[in-house]
């Protein structure tokens, strides 16, 4: 295994924005997303946000059904995936619900620049790798795989997405609609600027179009290794 297979999942509004510029997150999805995107990272192996996600967000990134935690478990692996981030920067906070799980539960792919700095911050909420200038995305993919991680989810932002889909190393794409405008170009979008596959006439597939509560949910195929039928044959 060289890399993860990769699935992008984020929910954007009708306008293609991630949030608005309030400050305050910009709550996109109802329960029935919430409850898909839960079975989604029930089925993955780790899930990826960029540190912007962290310090915007602070999510927790845990697997919420007790279920499908339970599901996990019983299977011999963690009730949630690892989660993963990546920073330039270096400038995280230990106390995020990030790293609330513990140095098990958490990995930092941080800037060669700032590696050993943000190490000693954070102490042992999380090992930090040193992953290059900026950091190289396909490292952090073969990292990831001698980690034994078969299905990376990356959850945003909009920088990180932006990466994995220009870099070419997007296998599939979820993406959810909310039923609202934003409308304000100063809010954080889906992609950023970058020259995309899907423009060189590699055109993604549409693999399917549901629905989870008022949101549309379209799912794509990105790349040669799109397997439409992973997440039900994991039981998901
Ligand atoms: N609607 C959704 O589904 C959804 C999901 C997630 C996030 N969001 C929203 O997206 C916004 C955040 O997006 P964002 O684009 O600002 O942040 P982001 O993509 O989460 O993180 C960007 C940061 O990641 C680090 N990074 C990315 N690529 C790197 C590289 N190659 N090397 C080193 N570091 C790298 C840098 O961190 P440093 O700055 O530390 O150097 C960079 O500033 C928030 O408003 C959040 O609410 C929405």
């Given amino acids: 295994m060289d890399r993860p297979y990769v699935v992008l999942s984020c929910a954007v509004s009708i306008d293609g924005y991630l949030d608005d510029a309030t400050g305050d997150r910009l709550v996109l999805s109802g329960p029935a997303d919430l409850d898909r995107v839960d079975a989604l990272r029930a089925a993955c192996d780790a899930i ?43 400038d995280l906070d230990p106390a995020a619900r990030f790293f609330a799980a513990g140095p098990s539960g958490a990995l930092v792919y941080a800037d060669s620049a700032v590696a050993a700095r943000l190490r000693a911050v954070l102490g042992g909420a999380a090992p930090v790798i040193d992953a290059g200038t900026p ?3 396909p490292l952090l ?22 990466q994995f889909l ?47 509560g008022d949101m549309a949910v379209l799912r794509y195929g990105l790349s040669g290794r799109f397997e439409p039928d992973w997440l039900a044959e994991s039981g998901g």
């Fill in 48 to 90: 990826l946000v960029g540190a912007g996600t962290i310090r915007a967000d602070d999510p927790s990134l845990v697997v919420r059904s007790a279920v499908r935690r339970a599901r996990r478990t019983a299977l011999g692996r963690p009730a949630s995936p690892l989660r993963v981030t990546v920073t330039g920067r270096g």
């Fill in 135 to 137: 950091v190289s995305f």
């Fill in 141 to 162: 993919l073969a990292d990831l795989a001698g980690r034994g991680v078969a299905r990376l989810m990356v959850e945003g932002g909009g920088a990180v997405l932006t």
């Fill in 166 to 212: 220009t870099l070419g190393l997007a296998d599939e794409l979820r993406l959810a609609i909310a039923p609202l405008f934003v409308g304000d170009p100063a809010a954080p979008r889906l992609v950023t600027a970058g020259n995309f596959p899907q423009n060189a006439g590699h055109r993604a597939v549409l693999a399917d179009i549901g629905r989870a």
